[in-house]
């Protein structure tokens, strides 16, 4: 087939194939996160606590904040602040959770996460106690930086390993 008949065929109609539906007919994509933080913003609530309260990290929770601001849903009141936008109350600034392990415990654990984890092999690989562990990894899962539970063990997020 040469180049021109190759241009016709891609140009002529394909009568086998299914006609495409109409926009009407396709479903709507369900938001069951979205959902869950709009009943959750009862007041205003920092991205912390939304983050825990739909347990994802809090990235994602402000990826769907500001998903949801741009479609008039919510509003950012104060930094890290969110309120339904009917808010009607004061500007309210809610303390930001500060993580409870130090920077050089989540250092010295990171190192060890590029291979999935569990908390009892984190715990024997570095010395920190078993709930010091679990502390530092709750910090890093809620900024992002892992994947995995409990169950499946832990490590660093795909972009974050080396390969």
Known sequence: ???????????EPQ???????PAEDKPTRPQP?????????????????????????????????????????????????????EYAGPDVRIPQRRSQSTREMRSTIRAHLCDRCSVQGLHLRTGISEKA???????LWFSGLL????????????HLRQS
């Open 15 to 21: 009568s086998d194939r299914a006609p495409p539906k």
């Open 33 to 85: 996160i979205r959902d869950a933080i709009l009943r959750f913003m009862s007041e205003p609530r920092s991205a912390g606590e939304i983050a825990e309260h739909i347990v994802r990290p809090v990235p994602t929770a402000t990826g769907h904040l500001r998903a949801m601001m741009q479609r008039g849903l919510v509003r950012r009141i104060a930094f890290g602040t969110y309120a339904l936008s």
């Open 1 to 11: 087939m040469d180049v021109v008949n190759r241009a016709r065929w891609r140009a």
């Open 133 to 139: 562990v679990r502390v530092a990894l709750r910090d």
């Open 147 to 158: 994947e995995g539970d409990e169950t499946t063990g832990y490590r660093l997020v795909k």
